[in-house]
């Protein structure tokens, strides 16, 4: 079954905004993070944020001062506010949720989303 549920991808216009929500599904884990990649057609996932269960955030450089993320670890959800969308910005984005030491660091990863930057 799906451990990662995402939503809020789809079509909107340069300068345009999306929001980006990803929570698990039924259980709550342990996570150590989670975070945003994307995917272009050929390519492999790149991060665009993520967030740490202590409070740190990262961001790759091309979505800096543009995309924010928030979110609850402990709860298992998180967000990515995407402002100012560029055409570069079209790709699938996956919700990666970080996982322990004792879970040998597997990844949760979501279904992915599509996001489209278009007019």
């Known amino acids: 079954q799906v451990q990662l549920v995402e939503s809020g991808g789809g079509l909107v216009q340069p300068g345009g905004s999306l929001r980006l929500s990803c929570a698990t599904s039924?259980?709550?884990?342990?996570?150590?993070?989670m975070g945003w990649y994307r995917q272009y057609p050929g390519k492999g996932r790149e991060l665009v944020a993520d967030l740490t269960r202590g409070g740190i955030t990262n961001y790759a450089d091309s979505v800096k001062g543009r995309f924010t993320i928030s979110g609850d670890i402990a709860k298992n959800t998180v967000f990515l506010q995407m402002n100012s969308l560029k055409p570069e910005d079209t790709a699938v984005y996956y919700c990666?949720?970080?996982?322990?030491?004792?879970?040998?660091?597997?990844?949760?990863w979501g279904q992915g989303t599509q996001v489209t930057v278009s007019s």
């Open positions: 039924r259980t709550t884990f342990y996570l150590t993070d």
């Open positions: 990666k949720a970080g996982r322990p030491v004792t879970m040998s660091r597997v990844p949760f």
